[in-house]
């Protein structure tokens, strides 16, 4: 067993508590757990979008429910960690910033070891960035607009004319070639925010100061405008290699909030959504393996009636030459089947999650639509033996088998109901997060190969 595997401790908490430190309560995602907490401290945790409280029947006792959220926040001196069920190298592998598994391996032994997510996120964003901006910074032509008193470029003759007569200062306008672009701001902001943050190692701390100097007379955005313009920036074979450090720039920017706290810097809250994680890994992993058969379109808004009041918005909208054959939604937790699902071979979703799926299958004119869970790894199941294999080695994919791929063992499990009086057939899938991440990869082949199968099925 490695390191890494053997860090994925048992879903149990921990209150650390030492002289002069911070109360300390490690928790797992998607887990309720008893804790001796204070009313204040009780109400601001309540108070919170990553957790739930409830009181316990013991005075002073509550019950603590983690939700789809991962990382650490700060409430007072109460440190909240939330860690996920997925071992640590998948957590990474589902960022999805284009590199190797080999590239996070350090941080994941890390932050298997240490509990805390965003001082190892930071280290690898640190050595990602590096590497990037080793390949030279990037340059590119960006559009000036200013009133000068020389000629510079080309007159804007439209905002020239508006002057009436005035010759100087004169309208230009110019494109030029400079550093100080939407890629290289992107990355200072989200730089100077990483230095911020506490009990990152000191070698990567001085990769980000050495990074910082590389990117002298770069502008630096506020959060909420380097967040705009990352969805904004469109990528070609010329700054392809930003991609990674890019993405993980966005992570850090959008999830992480601090505080100075007595003159020191602390982190106040860093928490991931598993949720929008797992939906944008299999997003994207699935335009990259369905490229040339089917267009994949995510977050599309479609209505449900005729006269176009009612919006829906299917995860993924599956289209070949414009027309929609297909649709897809995305779920992170897949639910314990209950007494009368447990003979059923494969997954079965919840209730609400198949009405929605019909309404989608319904107003887009298909026959067939697909719900994708994430299989809780967790799950026990009462019927099985100890010993045999999980509900999720058994394929039972209509999708076939992947004879191609050198991992035939990849289970992708599926079942299917059909909907009364129209015959609607309604899939779902469990991807299992618990193997490697080659593994998981040739699940998202199979799941491909269902898809593509199952819009055929739909068009004809």
């Known amino acids: 067993m490695s390191i890494v595997d053997g860090a994925v401790r048992p879903d149990v908490s921990e209150m650390v508590r030492e002289a002069g430190e911070d109360q300390r309560v490690l928790l797992h995602e998607w887990s309720t757990k008893r804790l001796q907490l204070d009313d204040d401290a009780a109400r601001c945790l309540g108070e919170t979008l990553w957790v ?34 997925i071992k640590p190298e998948n957590l990474f592998f589902l960022l999805e910033v284009g590199l190797p598994p080999e590239a996070w391996q350090a941080e994941a032994i890390d932050y298997a070891t240490n509990d805390e997510l965003l001082p190892a996120l930071v280290s690898f964003f640190a050595r990602t960035a590096e590497t990037t901006l080793a390949r030279g910074l990037f340059h590119h032509y960006r559009h000036e607009e200013d009133d000068l008193l020389a000629l510079r470029g080309r007159i804007d003759f439209v905002r020239q004319f508006r002057r009436g007569g005035v010759l100087v200062p004169m309208a230009c306008s110019w494109d030029d070639f400079t550093a100080d672009i939407d890629e290289n701001r992107c990355l200072t902001a989200a730089i100077r925010l990483a230095l911020r943050v506490p009990d990152v190692p000191h070698d990567d701390r001085r990769r980000l100061r050495r990074l910082l100097a590389a990117l002298d007379g770069v502008a630096e955005p506020a959060v909420s405008t380097a967040l705009d313009r990352l969805d904004r920036i469109g990528y070609t074979r010329l700054n392809a ?87 897809a939604d995305l ?102 997060l618990s193997g490697s991440p080659s593994d998981i990869d040739v699940q998202i082949t199979v799941l491909a190969e269902h898809l593509v199968q199952t819009t055929h099925t739909s068009v004809n």
């Open 331 to 432: 779920k992170y937790k897949l639910t314990d089947g209950d007494s009368s699902t447990a003979d059923t071979v494969g997954p079965l979703g919840r209730h609400g999650d198949y009405y929605q799926l019909l309404a989608y299958t319904t107003a887009l004119k298909l026959q067939e639509g697909t719900l994708i869970y994430c299989a809780d790894v967790n799950r026990g199941d009462p019927h099985r033996q100890p010993g045999s294999p999980a509900p999720w080695d058994r394929s039972v994919s209509s999708a076939g088998e992947a004879a191609d791929h050198h991992c035939s063992a990849a289970a992708l499990n599926v079942s299917t109901i059909t909907v009364q009086h129209l015959g609607t057939k309604l899939h779902t899938v469990a991807i299992n």
């Open 241 to 327: 290699h930003y991609r990674p450090a890019l993405r993980l720039a966005r992570l850090i920017l959008a999830n992480c909030t601090l505080q100075d706290q007595h003159g020191d810097t602390a982190a106040s809250a860093f928490m991931v959504d598993m949720n929008e994680l797992f939906e944008q890994f299999v997003t994207s992993r699935l335009r990259r393996k369905l490229q040339g058969r089917l267009d994949v379109a995510a977050q599309l808004r479609p209505h449900l009636d005729i006269d176009r009041r009612v919006q829906i918005r299917p995860d993924l909208t599956l289209r070949s030459h414009g027309e929609t054959v297909g649709v």
């Open 52 to 85: 739930s409280v409830a009181p316990d029947r013991e005075r002073g006792w509550w019950k603590v429910s983690t939700r789809q959220w991962v990382g650490a926040f700060t409430l007072g001196d109460l440190r909240i960690i939330v860690r996920p069920k």
